[in-house]
């Protein structure tokens, strides 16, 4: 096994290393500054050249305006080539990078609270209150099972709702939502059958593991390793992001599939299931429309599109308790959301883990798996954030233009601080979670009559708030009473939307829907004139390819091998321009950031 995750790791790195590569290859210049310099690998601009350009910018450049009356604090406006020389290179001096983005978002403090403080952020922690609880809940239950009760729900919870709001207080980039995902759950069950044959205690060789990962993650954070993202592009965004949504789709019909396969399960139990999660479902989805059409007064359209995932919950509940109160609970008596009754460890061991009560050489030993949980975790933190500040969101506090590295660094050392901690008393790992983090950004944003985005609320109270809550669910008895009588079908409605509602803005999806298209009568998209239907269904299905290797991958034994193939989808993207499979001009088209 030790061997297998080295190897894994290697390849990663390598894979890495390629895409690096690959992409200084393909640059000739740094690009065009906002100054319009374009300046060269080879040479500076003339000093000419900066004085007619210092001109311009003194005559065109504009503050900044506010994007809606609920974000009274915009970022001033900053030196944009003074920002970008981070760009130019890969690793950068010690902290730099970190320095940087707090630099950026502290001052915004403030506003971050006072941004919250509306209707909108309220609808949107209801929403995501749910949408983060019953993951955690579900995946306390699958560490339960792959840790042999070493790890469980109470962990899980705990760790979701502590890091989570530590997380939404010091992070630069507060609308990511953290949590565990399928790939750490994965490699956390590979773990224990490590430990299991090389004889070995379990928690301790998972505390000296996640020891050894945030050491690993913190080196890479204070030397701004992050900035390797900037060589992924919209097509490794579009599969990882639309992969995501798929699982959170999948997984929630085939919980409710199971309920007419399985023998325990009567068939107005089933009927039921169905009912309650297609009624979370429509009833959010429908709602969440309301926004585009003509009924009621704008303020109230809005309102109700706001908390529509809140009331699609609301009224499926209700719908449960009704048919739980006129058939009985043994024929329509549904399964609710489990959250454990007393706070404690799943099997009743101290918090603190004995780390020392383990042989030295397992302790360096855990370096090697160790390397390939480094991978997964950089991976899956550096790609969601680089979902979030897509610059089709609109952000502005903090940022430069379309710069997508914002926050990224702070963040993972943010991250590698919380991964020690969460070794040393064996709660899971948690980190950027793709579909959360994105719905969690979606029901934060401003959208004009056509329903294109205009602006998003960037503040912290919300990931403050969800959390807050998670942790008195936990804590305390009332609202712990109170979550129980959510029925699990109903989550799993809610599921559903929210891996439908991350769909909108992924033009994969819309490339993948438009291949059942009549072309004559489709709408026309941004690439329809410039590139030829053959070559846009060529670069589709290989994005669909690929994306069904990586869910064979995730759900195959080998599933701890996942983020070596998001590793390889960047070297893949220039193969296939250097091939000549994509020309290059309709390479630039698809694939445009």
Request: proline share 5%.
């Amino acid at each position: 096994m030790t061997n297998l995750v080295s190897r894994a790791y290697i390849v990663a790195l390598l894979c890495m290393s390629s895409c690096w590569h690959s992409a200084a290859f393909h640059t000739t210049s740094f690009g065009k500054t906002s100054l319009g310099l374009k300046i060269s690998s080879s040479r500076s601009p003339t000093f000419s050249s900066l004085k007619k350009a210092k001109v311009i910018a003194s005559v065109t450049t504009k503050p900044l305006t506010k994007l809606s009356d609920s974000m009274s604090v915009v970022s001033p406006p900053v030196d944009e080539r003074e920002n970008n020389k981070d760009d130019e290179t890969l690793f950068e001096g010690p902290f730099k990078g970190i320095i940087r983005d707090y630099k950026a978002r502290l001052p915004l403090f403030a506003s971050d609270i006072k941004d919250g403080l509306n209707v909108q952020c309220l609808a949107a922690t209801m929403f995501l209150f749910f949408a983060c609880l019953a993951p955690a809940v579900g995946f306390g239950g699958l560490f339960d099972v792959a840790t042999g009760g070493a790890i469980g729900t109470v962990e899980m919870v705990s760790s979701t709702a502590l890091c989570g709001l530590i997380y939404a207080i010091t992070s630069a980039q507060p609308l990511t939502i953290i949590g565990s995902t399928g790939p750490v759950l994965a490699f956390v069950a590979c773990l224990a059958q490590l430990a299991k044959m090389l004889n070995l205690p379990f928690l301790q060789l998972y505390s000296w593991t996640g020891l050894w990962t945030s050491a690993i993650l913190f080196v890479s954070s204070i030397t701004s390793a992050s900035n390797l993202v900037k060589y992924l592009t919209r097509f490794t965004d579009e599969i990882f992001s639309l992969l995501i949504s798929c699982i959170f789709v999948f997984e929630a019909v085939s919980d409710v599939g199971r309920t007419f396969s399985s023998p325990a399960s009567t068939f107005t139990k089933a009927l039921l299931t169905l009912t309650c999660a297609a009624s979370t479902f429509t009833i959010a989805t429908l709602l969440k429309g309301l926004r585009k059409t003509s009924l009621f007064p704008s303020r109230v359209r809005n309102t109700i599109s706001n908390f529509a995932p809140t009331i699609g919950v609301v009224t499926a509940s209700l719908i449960a308790r009704w048919a739980r109160v006129v058939h009985g609970t043994k024929l329509a008596g549904l399964p609710s959301l489990s959250i454990p009754a007393v706070f404690g460890t799943t099997s009743g061991r101290p918090w603190l883990v004995p780390i020392l009560d383990f042989p030295v050489w397992a302790r360096w030993a855990a370096f090697l798996p160790a390397l390939m949980a480094t991978v997964l975790l950089f991976l899956d933190q550096n790609i969601t954030v680089r979902l979030v500040n897509n610059p089709r969101w609109k952000m502005e506090k903090g940022r430069r233009k379309n710069n997508v590295l914002d926050g990224m660094h702070a963040d993972m050392f943010i991250v590698s601080i919380l991964t020690a901690a969460q070794s040393l008393v064996a709660i899971p790992w948690l980190v950027a979670a793709t579909v959360r983090s994105l719905s969690h950004v979606g029901a934060l944003s401003k959208y004009d009559k056509e329903g294109k985005v205009v602006g998003t609320i960037e503040q912290r109270m919300t990931g403050i708030s969800i959390h807050s809550l998670i942790g008195c669910a936990v804590l305390f008895s009332k609202p712990r009473k109170l979550l129980t009588q959510v029925p699990l079908p109903v989550l799993m409605g809610l599921f559903m939307y929210l891996g439908t509602s991350s769909l909108p803005g992924n033009e994969m999806w819309e490339r993948v829907t438009g291949l059942f298209k009549d072309k004559t009568v489709a709408p026309k998209q941004r690439w329809s004139d410039k590139v030829p239907d053959k070559v846009t269904s060529t670069f589709t299905l290989i994005q669909v390819a690929c994306q069904g290797a990586m869910f064979w991958v995730k759900e195959s034994p080998f599933g701890v091998l996942f983020p070596v193939v998001i590793a390889m989808l960047a070297p893949l993207r220039f193969a296939l321009e250097k091939q000549g499979i994509i020309k290059k001009e309709y390479m630039d088209v698809l694939d445009e950031e």
